[in-house]
């Protein structure tokens, strides 16, 4: 990280790496967002992917909280006999 | 999903020992009488969430900036949280001025003559990802990618639970 960084401190060319290093990064986060609308293009603009990826976030928060309060409800009718044995069934 | 041929030394399983292990502990200290009242259902879901929370925390191999802000949100108590970011943040000023005018600087000038308006949604991402604040631009994107992968993870194991729970 630090060479990256004194190298692009030297000249004004050398900012096209860093540029570079951005779109990878980028890209990445793209694949792993979930495609719903439109066909997967391969050029979709940074800031559409940091908004996708910002908008999935949240939506993930979301489901964690949708799922922890649903878990606690089940946990409060479920008995310990039916929790032990589903227990013992996942951990094998 | 399959949980029956769990990879032992998988995040999936990792995360899945861990976070069972705190709902049983969480299930076995609820009151006997009130269990269903709508202030214990509340705090059980505080407890579970910060539970899934910190058990994904832990069961990263390669220890994160996100993971290691998470495990600090959720052990350290308000009071001293607060502090602590005061100081951070003003630090933290110093140094993104100083970094945008020599190395950052072409890096920003290229993203914004892009088309401009990035610095909103990266203001955002840093915001959600737990640590955002404090991480340069690559290892936000980097830490955000591990993050997500993480997240989905985390749900698809908490799903399958609460479905095991809701059969009858």
Avoid at chain 1, 50 to 61: A, G, V
Avoid at chain 2, 56 to 73: D, F, H, P
Avoid at chain 2, 78 to 106: D, E
Avoid at chain 2, 134 to 153: F, G, P, R, V
Wanted: positive net charge; aromatic residues 4%.
């Amino acid at each position: 990280m630090s060479s990256r960084r004194s190298r692009s401190r030297q000249s004004g060319s050398n900012s096209r790496i860093t540029d570079d290093q951005i779109n990878d990064l980028v890209s990445k986060l793209h694949q792993l967002l979930p495609e719903i609308r439109n066909a997967h293009s391969d050029k979709v603009s940074a800031a559409k992917v940091l908004q996708e990826t910002c908008n999935y976030i949240r939506s993930l928060h979301r489901e964690v909280d949708d799922l922890s309060e649903r878990l606690s409800e089940l946990l409060a009718t479920t008995d310990n006999a039916q929790a032990a044995i589903i227990r013992s069934l996942l951990m094998q | 999903m399959d949980l029956h041929n769990l990879n032992p030394s998988s995040l999936k399983s990792r995360f899945t020992t861990r976070f069972l292990r705190a709902l049983t502990e969480i299930n076995a200290r609820k009151p006997i009488a009130s269990s269903s009242s709508p202030r214990e259902i509340f705090q059980r879901y505080r407890r579970i969430k910060d539970a899934a929370d910190t058990s994904m925390a832990y069961s990263v191999r390669s220890r994160r900036t996100w993971s290691k802000a998470t495990l600090w949100r959720l052990r350290t108590p308000s009071h001293r949280r607060r502090l602590a970011s005061f100081g951070r943040r003003s630090s933290l000023n110093k140094t993104r001025t100083t970094t945008t005018a020599s190395h950052r600087g072409a890096v920003v000038v290229q993203i914004t003559s892009r088309g401009g308006g990035l610095g909103v949604q990266l203001e955002e991402l840093r915001e959600l990802v737990p640590g955002g604040e404090a991480m340069d631009l690559c290892n936000l994107l980097d830490e955000t990618a591990h993050y997500i992968k993480c997240l989905t993870t985390q749900v698809q194991v908490m799903r399958t639970i609460a479905n095991l729970y809701s059969l009858e």
